[in-house]
């Protein structure tokens, strides 16, 4: 079944099987009633919108794309499930995309030898976030630095910490090849740029470890490229949730599966 349902009794046996209950199943409920509506208004939406870059290289069905367009989502969940398949102490880690370090501070409780945060803390179009930015309307660069601000101050005395400031595509260059045990990918999430990153930090890692990525959904137009870049980077050309089998060109054997919004490729060793 994947992480993605397409009856409400696959939902339910799905809360069930992780004993999700009370008010939590209830809004998982909720929204899984309301999804054919939210489709239906966010592809309204759609139409507005000029220069979309719509997933057209992957066979989808109409299930999975209202699933991973409703907001059926529980981050903090799914990005713990992430982390119990994928992480253990003293991995020489990179968060990329940091913003106020929120998740930095989780990564930082499974206790990593080192943990690299990378964020540029500016929205622009040479971020690739042009559309976001249009989106959103282009926010105070104030906003940004406050946000840098806060990581500074957050983690100035963790010895294990390091701060770069800069684009992703130029603060993996500072990285020698297959040096990292764990990346998570959390920057611009258009199609190219999400593609750049997944080829960039991908020689970064050490057989055995682990690239990692948030927003696998069709949430809005800034986010929508990371489902068709994934595909793109494993070659595969319908919507795959799981596989412990996949032969890259470049990288050999890999394993990769989606959990909720968050994904992760797994170089064997």
Request: hydrophobic share 35%; charged share 30%.
């Amino acid at each position: 079944m994947g992480f993605y349902f397409t009856t409400e009794k696959e939902l339910k046996d799905f809360l069930k099987s992780n004993n999700i209950t009370g008010a939590k199943a209830e809004s998982f409920l909720s929204s899984f009633k309301n999804m054919k509506k939210r489709k239906d208004e966010y592809l309204k939406k759609l139409k507005n919108i000029k220069n979309y870059n719509q997933i057209k290289n992957i066979k989808i069905t109409d299930a999975q794309e209202i699933y991973f367009s409703s907001n059926v989502w529980d981050r903090s969940y799914y990005r713990k499930i992430l982390l119990e398949e994928t992480f253990k102490p003293g991995l020489e880690c990179v968060e990329v995309g940091v913003l106020k370090g929120d998740f930095s501070e989780i990564l930082l409780s499974y206790n990593p030898k080192k943990l690299t945060l990378i964020d540029s803390w500016v929205c622009s179009e040479i971020s690739g976030d042009k559309i976001y930015a249009l989106e959103k309307g282009k926010l105070p660069q104030k906003d940004f630095d406050e946000d840098e601000k806060i990581v500074r101050e957050k983690f100035k005395n963790d010895k294990r910490v390091q701060i770069i400031k800069a684009y992703s595509r130029d603060a993996v260059k500072k990285f020698k090849n297959e040096s990292l045990d764990w990346v998570y990918i959390d920057t611009t999430h258009y199609y190219k740029a999400v593609l750049a990153d997944l080829n960039n930090w991908m020689p970064k890692i050490k057989k055995g470890g682990y690239l990692c990525g948030d927003d696998f959904m069709i949430k809005d137009q800034h986010a929508f490229g990371v489902i068709e870049a994934v595909h793109a980077f494993l070659n595969l050309d319908e919507l795959t949730l799981n596989s412990d089998n996949i032969t890259h060109k470049k990288y050999g054997e890999l394993k990769y599966k989606v959990i909720g919004q968050q994904y992760y490729i797994h170089k064997k060793l």
